[in-house]
């Protein structure tokens, strides 16, 4: 049984940094077939891809183009869990953050529980 | 940026209806289109994926189809669990998601 379990901070101030931990049960980090991805939704935006980590023979990264710059997706394998980096956030980053794990380019088929993160001025 | 448009944004059902929701691509995506139906406070569940492949576990009056641009998600015999928002994803030029359709309570 796959789980991921989200930890955080629910509020961060502005122009600090956003870190979310996900941690994983029933499958590993390093699983050369998935990718460990981060999503958010938000009433003004929707569903947002953010970026992804994926292990082949050394690991590899995606980010959104929109958050090029500001955004830090990271392996810890020892953990067995991957964590979420948003630097300089604003209030726009305001939004429920979700962890995922990825069938690589056909679905998202596990998802931790979601955490609202609301950033303050 | 590969734009997903769904629609209709909402939909008014019944218990036993057949409903179809449509999700078009800004350029063609082949079939690489996923389908996920989230309830308030959750996480998206997946429901389909290329297209018309049902995700294990999922009940069949589910289905998916199309190719190209333009897909569709069918729920035959509208059971209460189903009332929730269902959203498209995008997997051809990395993900995307469309603007989600809400089925409520006729």
């Known amino acids: 049984q796959i789980q991921l379990q989200q930890s955080g901070p629910g509020l961060v101030q502005a122009s600090q940094t956003l870190s979310l931990t996900c941690a994983i049960s029933?499958?590993?980090?390093?699983?050369?077939?998935?990718?460990w991805n981060w999503i958010r939704q938000s009433p003004s935006r929707g569903l947002e891809w953010l970026g992804r980590?994926?292990?082949?023979?050394?690991?590899?990264?995606d980010y959104a183009d929109s958050l090029k710059g500001r955004i830090t997706v990271s392996p810890d394998t020892s953990r067995n869990q991957f964590s979420l980096h948003l630097k300089s956030v604003t209030p726009e980053d305001t939004a429920v953050y979700f962890c995922?794990?990825?069938?690589?380019?056909?679905?998202?088929?596990?998802w931790g529980r979601g955490t609202l993160v609301t950033v303050s001025s | 940026d590969i734009q997903m448009t769904q629609s209709p944004s909402t939909l008014s059902a019944s218990v036993g209806d057949r409903v179809t929701i449509t999700c078009r691509a800004s350029?063609?995506?082949?079939?690489?289109l996923t389908w996920y139906q989230q309830k308030p406070g959750k996480a998206p569940k997946l429901l389909i994926y290329k297209a018309s492949t049902l995700q294990s576990g999922v009940p069949s009056r589910f289905s998916g189809s199309g190719s190209g641009t333009e897909f569709t998600l069918t729920i035959t015999n509208l059971q209460p669990d189903d009332f929730a928002t269902y959203y498209c994803q995008q997997y051809a030029d990395y993900t995307t998601f469309g603007g989600g359709t809400k089925v409520e309570i006729k």
């Open positions: 029933g499958d590993s980090v390093s699983n050369k077939n998935v990718a």
């Open positions: 995922s794990r990825e069938e690589i380019t056909t679905r998202f088929d596990y």
């Open positions: 350029q063609t995506i082949n079939s690489w």
């Open positions: 980590t994926l292990y082949r023979s050394n690991w590899n990264y």
